[in-house]
C-alpha cells in the first residue's frame, strides 16, 4: 500500500488530495493543527507547523509527503497578518525538511507548495519555469522566501518539487462561489480594466497533476501548475455570466473594487494582478489535462 502525507491537509486542496489517494485505497497520513479521529485509510497528526513531534514518524517510509500549509492569503494585509502568511509557510517548510533530514527511510519525494505570483505582473510575456520573470513587493518576497527555505534542504534520497500554483477553482473552495454570487446579482462585469491575466485551473486537474509528479520519477524541480489556456479577467466574467444566465454584468471599478475588498477583509491583488503563467514543463513531460478550457471547467464544476 502506497503511503502519501498531506501538511495543511484540512484545507481546500488538501482536502481534495484526500479524497482522491483515499479512493485509490492509499494510506493517508495528514498533518494538521485540529483534533480530528481517524477514519478509513486516513489517520490524522497533530503539529504546529514548527516544532518536531510524534508526526515526524509519518514521514518514515512515505512515498510522498506534500506539504501545502499556510495561512490565506485572501486576509488584509496588515503586520499581523503579513508575518503569519510568511511564518505559516517558511516554518512548516523547514520543520518538513529537518525531518526528513532525521528519517531513517526518507520520503521518496517531496512536493511543497508555491504560488505563480512569485511572476511579475505581465500583460504582454508568457511566464514559464524556464523564461519567467519574478515581481516585486510583498506577495513576491514570500514566495521568494518560501521557495528559498525550499532549497535549502540538499536531500539526496528525496526528490523534491517545487508547485508553482495558479488559482484552483473548486466545488467546495477556491474563488468560484463568490465570483458566481457577483454574475448571479448582476455585478459580474469586467474588474478593474478587465485585461489583466487570470492562471487558473481545474481541482481535478490539480490532484491529477500532483499524481503525475509524484509517479514521473524523473521530475524534479520548479512547475507551473495552471491551464494551459490563459484568459483575461473579462473573459471569466463572460463565462460566468453565460453559466448562471445573467445577460447584464455590471463592471467594477478599481475604487469600487478597493471598497469591497476593504469591507470583506480581502485585498484587490488577488482580482487585479494579470498573471500569465504557462505550464511548459508539465506540457513538455506529456501531461494531458482534463479541463484545459474555461468554458467546460466552469460547466463542469457547476453542474
Not at 479577467?233 to 463572460?238: E, F, G, K, P
Not at 477583509?265 to 487585479?272: A, H, S
Not at 494582478?273 to 489535462?289: A, D, N, Q, T
Request: proline share 4%.
Amino acid at each position: 500500500m502506497k503511503k502519501i502525507v498531506i501538511a495543511g491537509g484540512s484545507g481546500f486542496l488538501g482536502t481534495c488530495l484526500a479524497s482522491f489517494y483515499s479512493r485509490k485505497g492509499y494510506e493517508i497520513s495528514i498533518l494538521s493543527r485540529r483534533h480530528t479521529i481517524d477514519h478509513g485509510n486516513i489517520a490524522y497528526y497533530k503539529w504546529d507547523a514548527k516544532n518536531p513531534g510524534l508526526w515526524t514518524d509519518a514521514l518514515e517510509g512515505a512515498d510522498a509527503i506534500i506539504n501545502l500549509n499556510g495561512k490565506s492569503v485572501d486576509c488584509r494585509y496588515t503586520e499581523k497578518n503579513k508575518q503569519l502568511i510568511y511564518d505559516t509557510r517558511i516554518d512548516a517548510t523547514l520543520a518538513i525538511g529537518n525531518a526528513i533530514v532525521h528519517c531513517k527511510q526518507p520520503p521518496k519525494v517531496w512536493l511543497n507548495a508555491a504560488s505563480a505570483t512569485i511572476y511579475r505582473h505581465s500583460l504582454d510575456k508568457d511566464m514559464t519555469e524556464t523564461d519567467g520573470e519574478t515581481g516585486t513587493g510583498f506577495s513576491v518576497d514570500v514566495c521568494k522566501k518560501w521557495e528559498a527555505a525550499f532549497n535549502h534542504f540538499n536531500l539526496p534520497m528525496t526528490r523534491k518539487i517545487t508547485l508553482r500554483t495558479g488559482i484552483v477553482l473548486g466545488r467546495s473552495g477556491g474563488p468560484l462561489l463568490p465570483l458566481r454570487n457577483l454574475a448571479k446579482m448582476g455585478m459580474g462585469g469586467k474588474q478593474g480594466s478587465g485585461k489583466q491575466y487570470f492562471s487558473w485551473l481545474h481541482e481535478n486537474d490539480f490532484v491529477h497533476i500532483v499524481d503525475f509528479l509524484i509517479n514521473n520519477r524523473t521530475s524534479c524541480g520548479i512547475y507551473n501548475v495552471t491551464s494551459p489556456s490563459v484568459i483575461t479577467n473579462a473573459q471569466l466574467m463572460r463565462v460566468l455570466r453565460d453559466a448562471v444566465g445573467m445577460p447584464l454584468g455590471i463592471p467594477l471599478t478599481k475604487p469600487v473594487l478597493e471598497l469591497g475588498a476593504w469591507l470583506i477583509g480581502t485585498e484587490t491583488e488577488l482580482i487585479l494582478k494579470s498573471r500569465k503563467v504557462i505550464p511548459e514543463r508539465l506540457l513538455s513531460e506529456g501531461y494531458k489535462f482534463y479541463f484545459e478550457h474555461i468554458n467546460a471547467a466552469i460547466k463542469d464544476l457547476m453542474a
